[in-house]
């Protein structure tokens, strides 16, 4: 079996990589697989909406910016290491409101080859089997 990066590890690279605002979203590691991966976002002022008519849901830039962490997360424990990649097209699809609460990451790696990759990350709140958001992210490697 290759060689798979451990959870800790894995936080460790939005440590060493992500801006400081992303570190601040706080996403951890909840389960490695080879088939899905999947974190957490816990719930924070940081992530609401605080203003308007939907006020106290989970902002979707947050959403957004959570599906690129972790699918990149996903990729380098795949990968047992991060490969240097840049997005080359996220699509979000929001189907229902996000109340305030913590933020399921549910990814699956649909391909990871040797130039580009794709992920699929299905956004649950906590305790709810309905998926809420879908991304679908593309990655290119920039180096081998």
């Known amino acids: 079996m290759e060689k798979r990066l451990n959870g800790a590890e894995l936080e460790g690279l939005i440590e060493e990589i992500c801006a400081?605002?992303?570190q601040e979203l706080g996403i951890k590691v909840l389960?490695?697989?080879e088939s899905?991966?999947?974190?957490i976002m816990p719930a924070t002022?940081?992530?609401?909406r605080h203003?308007?008519?939907?006020?106290?849901l989970v902002s979707g830039q947050a959403l957004m910016a959570g599906s690129d962490t972790v699918s990149f997360l996903a990729l380098s424990y795949l990968n047992?290491?991060?490969r240097n990649c840049v997005t080359v097209d996220m699509s979000t699809n929001f189907m229902r409101p996000f109340p305030e609460?913590?933020?399921?990451y549910?990814?699956?790696?649909l391909s990871n080859g040797k130039r580009l990759a794709t992920t699929r990350v299905d956004i649950f709140a906590e305790g709810s089997e309905k998926v809420a958001t879908t991304s679908t992210g593309v990655f290119a490697y920039i180096e081998d």
């Open 20 to 22: 400081p605002w992303v």
């Open 31 to 33: 389960e490695l697989g």
């Open 36 to 39: 899905e991966t999947q974190f």
């Open 45 to 48: 002022e940081k992530v609401l």
């Open 51 to 56: 203003r308007g008519p939907n006020g106290g």
């Open 80 to 82: 047992g290491r991060f």
């Open 101 to 104: 609460g913590n933020v399921i």
């Open 106 to 109: 549910k990814v699956t790696v």
